[in-house]
């Protein structure tokens, strides 16, 4: 018997897994189905009784019938009365009461009245005309061309900051370009976060100079992302992409590029290969001998 009582909570939770209607109870699930079922055999009996009723009535009470039709054929032709008016219509049997009296050559012109509907357009226009200059002219409410014209540059400048955040948090070492608005934000960056080991000007110290022609891991903008992104473990740098944003790596970037051959006072020695690039300051690539851009070391 207690084998059986121990098993039974286990047959009703197979039995609402397999159900899967959405209770804690089989039989709430069981009785709420019923009710369904009794609601929409109800529904049906009622749609029954009343067309029987109606074929009753239509038997018993055909003068009841023709009333209601009657008055449905009222409503229709209200409907379509009202309609004429708004749209100026006059059936053709009315005609002969807004003939105007003159003709010429036979023909004859009707006195049609202007329609509802052009009349409440030409009003409206007025009316509408009649607030604008108030607004706009008059109280000085509403924005005149130069005041719209500088508060859509305003929104414009703001969805242009905006977008340019989120490139550049977007930015990477392959989409990453010199950019000497972001110069100026990268040196505070550096100044935090890079002066222990490179030194206040990039003359180097424990880490190399950023400032004269020798690279160690490439000199270009998009090397110099990678490296500060993913850090050198073997020489002691770590990886800054857990701590710096996307567009800050790109601004510290940018901040590099820009000491290329500024002579800083007391540089350590160099370091890795000679690479040939123009002036820093232009944000020209490394360049090679023959003027071509020279792959990263």
């Given at each position: 018997m207690s084998l059986l009582l121990d098993t039974a909570p286990a047959t009703v939770e ?6 899967g209607f959405g209770t804690d109870n089989l039989y709430t699930d069981i009785l709420i ?189 998009k090397d110099l992302f990678k490296t500060i992104k993913y850090g050198v473990p073997d ?63």
């Amino acid at each position: 018997m207690s084998l059986l009582l121990d098993t039974a909570p286990a047959t009703v939770e197979a039995v609402q897994s397999t159900w899967g209607f959405g209770t804690d109870n089989l039989y709430t699930d069981i009785l709420i189905i019923v009710l369904i079922v009794v609601m929409l055999a109800l529904l049906a009996s009622a749609l029954m009784v009343n067309r029987a009723m109606k074929s009753i009535i239509k038997i018993t009470m055909p003068e009841l019938v023709k009333e209601e039709q009657l008055k449905k054929l009222a409503n229709k032709g209200w409907l379509k009365r009202s309609w004429n008016k708004i749209m100026g219509i006059r059936p053709i049997s009315e005609e002969k009461d807004i003939v105007i009296d003159h003709e010429y050559d036979g023909i004859r012109e009707l006195d049609n009245p202007i329609p509802i509907w052009f009349n409440f357009l030409f009003y409206g226009t007025i009316f509408f005309g009649v607030v604008y200059l108030f607004i706009y002219q008059v109280s000085g409410i509403g924005m005149n061309q130069d005041q719209e014209y500088a508060h859509e540059m305003v929104v414009a400048e703001k969805e242009r900051q905006a977008y340019l955040a989120a490139s550049a948090s977007n930015v990477d070492e392959n989409t990453v370009e010199f950019e000497p608005d972001m110069a100026v934000e990268g040196k505070a960056i550096f100044a935090t976060n890079c002066v222990a080991c490179h030194g206040g000007n990039g003359e180097g110290g424990i880490g190399p100079n950023l400032t004269d022609k020798f690279w160690l891991h490439g000199g270009e903008i998009k090397d110099l992302f990678k490296t500060i992104k993913y850090g050198v473990p073997d020489k002691g740098m770590v990886p800054w992409e857990q701590t710096l944003s996307p567009a800050q790596i790109a601004q510290v970037a940018s901040y590099i590029v820009t000491l290329r051959d500024t002579h800083p006072a007391n540089p350590k020695e160099a370091q890795g290969e000679e690479v040939a690039y123009g002036n820093a300051k232009d944000a020209a690539q490394p360049k090679d001998g023959t003027g071509t851009e020279k792959e990263a070391e």
